[in-house]
């Protein structure tokens, strides 16, 4: 099956920095990649996606590159706000039957004033 | 955001004891899942639905069971609560593969004593 790592696990920036959050995976069928953002004692929430005919997608402050060779993506979070501050979680998947996503471990994004 | 609950949101139980958690979605979606969170862990698929009746098991059913007699209603047991099964608890639902955003619940917290 599907194995994703996340690093790192924690990530502490200055506000107004930019912040990386990278995964990888390991089924070369996985074709789609979201990221949710959980912020305390809420449940996640989708905040980007890409599929695999794509390499890079932003959407304002945040951004989603991927490399299917090497079988990673990441994260790119730019002027960092202290709101950004959340657990952040990649995801990958095969679409196409089941949607059965497997997750990385989160990655504790603090972002201080 | 999409409709989706869970009751109850804090629970407190003892050793031994039957537990079951509702989920609740009011969009319509064909799928359902039920993750456990766990520091160090991320999000892991206890069980998932993919219709009425039709259910299947994740990466740590064990000493779990699950229900799906309607389209909006998914209900997790713990059949005989453990310590270990001290978690937060997240249901999911969404569309699968056509549409393969997850919109999760806002958790249960459950302490085994």
């Known amino acids: 099956g599907e194995n994703v790592e996340q690093h790192p696990s924690t990530l502490s920036v200055q506000e107004g920095d930019s912040a990386v959050i990278k995964c990888t995976y390991s089924d070369s069928a996985s074709n789609y990649f979201p990221w949710y953002k959980q912020e305390l004692g809420k449940g996640p929430q989708l905040i980007i996606d890409?599929?695999?005919?794509?390499g890079e997608k932003k959407d304002q402050r945040i951004a989603v590159t991927l490399n299917k060779t090497a079988k990673h993506f990441s994260l790119h979070i730019t002027e960092t706000q202290p709101e950004d501050s959340a657990v952040y979680f990649c995801?990958?998947?095969?679409?196409?039957?089941?949607?059965?996503?497997?997750f990385g471990r989160g990655t504790s994004l603090i972002v201080h004033p | 955001d999409a409709g989706i609950t869970q009751s109850p949101r804090h629970k407190v139980t003892e050793t031994g004891t039957p537990v079951t958690l509702r989920c609740h979605q009011t969009e319509n979606h064909r799928y359902m899942y039920w993750y456990r969170q766990d520091p160090g862990h991320g999000l892991r698929l206890i069980h998932y639905?993919?219709?009425?009746?039709?259910?299947d098991k994740g990466e740590v059913s064990d000493g779990y069971s699950v229900s799906r007699s309607k389209t909006e209603d998914f209900l997790l047991t713990l059949e005989s609560a453990t310590s270990s099964q001290t978690s937060v608890y997240f249901c999911?639902?969404?569309?699968?593969?056509?549409?393969?955003?997850?919109?999760f619940g806002p958790g249960t917290r459950l302490l085994v004593l």
């Open positions: 999911a639902s969404g569309q699968g593969s056509s549409q393969e955003t997850q919109y």
């Open positions: 995801a990958a998947s095969e679409t196409g039957g089941s949607y059965i996503p497997t």
């Open positions: 639905s993919y219709g009425v009746k039709d259910t």
């Open positions: 890409i599929r695999s005919n794509v």
